[in-house]
């Protein structure tokens, strides 16, 4: 089983920055894809960003062009670099991994989430 070990979340002012970072416990380059969501209080989990097959990446509508996910395959981690950011995207930020084994079968690991909030 891949352990993920989110960081990086914190208390920041709007417009202010972050970078999530992701770390996996796994050869990430092998992976099939890794995204971030969040959740905050009150509301499901939603899909942020995601990175397919390592260069493949989609965001969701609310953080294009503020958001940007990228992997670092040298070290195992993923990052969220999160701009711009609005008392809105105040959440706990998951890590999500999806991989496959050498038989075929699919797996999905999270890890325990970082808090970030926006707020003056």
């Known amino acids: 089983q891949v352990q993920l070990v989110e960081s990086g979340g914190g208390l920041v002012q709007p417009g202010g920055s972050l970078r999530l970072s992701c770390a996996a416990s796994?050869?990430?380059?092998?992976?099939?894809?890794m995204a971030w969501y969040r959740q905050a209080p009150g509301k499901e989990r939603e899909l942020v960003a995601s990175?397919?097959?390592?260069?493949?990446?989609d965001y969701a509508d609310s953080v294009k062009g503020r958001f940007t996910i990228s992997a670092d395959n040298a070290k195992n981690t993923v990052y969220l670099q999160m701009n711009s950011l609005k008392p809105e995207d105040t959440a706990v930020y998951y890590c999500?991994?999806?991989?496959?084994?050498?038989?075929?079968?699919?797996?999905?690991?999270w890890g325990q989430g970082t808090q970030v909030t926006v707020s003056s």
């Open positions: 999500k991994a999806d991989y496959s084994s050498g038989s075929g079968l699919t797996f999905v690991s």
């Open positions: 796994g050869t990430i380059r092998f992976f099939n894809a």
């Open positions: 990175v397919i097959d390592g260069d493949v990446t």
